[in-house]
């Protein structure tokens, strides 16, 4: 065989292999796709399940669970440990749940050198690096609505129903606290300036009457989320910046105007900033090429584009926008 021979020989071999590479790669990365949706069905299915059992409402996105006997604080968990008896994972509920020597943040159950890590592949997507197979993984995050970009930029970014004047009347009351509940699902239930309490819990019915469950988002993938053990909103929620002052429509309304873009979203559009630290960037994103994974509020789970269109997005958020002045999807 000649020189000649050899690097023939050579670049055909070359030539097949980053032929063969992409062609196997490319049903492997279809299976964890598939993998991630159906991961993302079970958590809607096991929603559905919760409401069942709570009057049809949806879990809070934080709820008090006991007092710590230590030090009285407060032993809190994110929507998370709410679902864990519907995902198979009952006795951990009852010890996180049931435990007054458990606390948040310096919490025993995880940070024990001498426990074994809490790992529930239930939370996480395959494809995550940063979560999957990790103690306290979270690859999904729940649709926690609309917020401004200075409170998106903040530690808790917004999560109360009385943190944004929607109506612009200077003073935090139940009209914006029924226009944020308006912008999508999850919200911490808070106190206004004047001690007023909203109670308010959203359910499936609320959804389903207003914007519909087909066309509201419930959970996004993100694999820079984090935490599911963690009372840590970034890390268990998303957000999209509107700001009301931006709308550019008349008070308490959230009519999305028709040139917006992914800029006027900032940090918040999905894919943005993909070098975040895990649970500091709060908006959907993914390591599936080009899209990103999400639940619908009617239990099925879709692959979105990243390049999709600003406003249908911002409408998949909100879950009665149509109450304050956006159009219907199919409008």
């Known amino acids: 065989m000649t020189r000649a021979d050899l690097v023939v020989i050579i670049v055909v071999a070359v030539?097949?292999?980053?032929?063969?590479?992409?062609a196997i790669q490319r049903p492997h990365g279809a299976a964890r796709r598939t993998e991630c949706l159906n991961k993302l069905?079970?958590?809607?299915?096991?929603?559905?399940?919760?409401?069942?059992?709570?009057?049809?409402k949806l879990p809070p996105l934080f709820a008090q669970y006991a007092t710590n006997t230590t030090d009285g604080t407060p032993i809190v968990y994110p929507w998370?440990?709410?679902l864990l008896p519907h995902l198979d994972a009952a006795a951990l509920h009852r010890e996180l749940t049931t435990d007054a020597s458990l606390g948040v943040g310096d919490?025993?159950?995880?940070?024990d050198p001498n426990r074994d890590p809490v790992i529930l592949e239930a939370f996480t997507c395959p494809v995550d690096s940063n979560n999957d197979r990790q103690p306290g993984g979270l690859s999904y995050?729940?649709?926690?609505?609309y917020t401004s970009a200075a409170l998106f930029a903040s530690p808790l970014m917004g999560i109360g129903s009385f943190d944004i004047d929607w109506n612009s009347n200077e003073i935090a009351d139940a009209e914006d606290a029924e226009i944020a509940h308006a912008t999508g699902v999850f919200f911490?239930?808070?106190?206004?300036?004047?001690?007023i309490r909203d109670e308010f819990q959203m359910t499936f019915d609320y959804i389903s009457a207003h914007d519909g469950t087909a066309n509201t988002i419930l959970i996004a993938e993100n694999c820079q989320a984090?935490?599911?053990d963690r009372v840590n909103p970034k890390g268990v929620a998303f957000k999209a910046i509107v700001d009301p002052a931006a709308l550019g429509s008349s008070e308490g309304r959230l009519t999305i105007p028709d040139n917006w873009n992914s800029t006027n979203l900032g940090d918040s559009w999905p894919g943005t900033n993909m070098t975040a630290r895990r649970a500091k960037m709060p908006r959907p994103n993914s390591e599936h090429p080009g899209t990103f994974n999400v639940a619908?509020?009617?239990?099925?789970?879709?692959?979105?584009?990243?390049?999709?269109?600003?406003?249908?997005?911002?409408?998949?958020?909100?879950?009665?926008?149509?109450?304050?002045?956006?159009?219907?999807?199919?409008?």
Not at 15 to 22: E, Y
Not at 107 to 111: A, G, V
Not at 141 to 145: K, L, M, S, T, W
Not at 188 to 195: E, M, Q
Request: aromatic letters at 12%; hydrophobic letters at 40%.
């Open 15 to 22: 030539v097949g292999f980053t032929l063969i590479v992409p």
């Open 226 to 228: 984090g935490g599911w």
């Open 296 to 331: 619908y509020c009617d239990g099925r789970a879709k692959s979105l584009n990243f390049n999709m269109d600003t406003r249908v997005y911002l409408h998949l958020v909100s879950s009665a926008g149509w109450r304050y002045g956006q159009p219907t999807l199919d409008e």
């Open 141 to 145: 995050q729940v649709n926690a609505g």
């Open 188 to 195: 911490a239930n808070d106190w206004n300036a004047i001690d």
């Open 107 to 111: 919490n025993s159950l995880f940070d």
């Open 41 to 56: 069905k079970n958590l809607s299915l096991a929603m559905t399940n919760y409401t069942v059992s709570q009057e049809g």
């Open 80 to 82: 998370t440990v709410a």
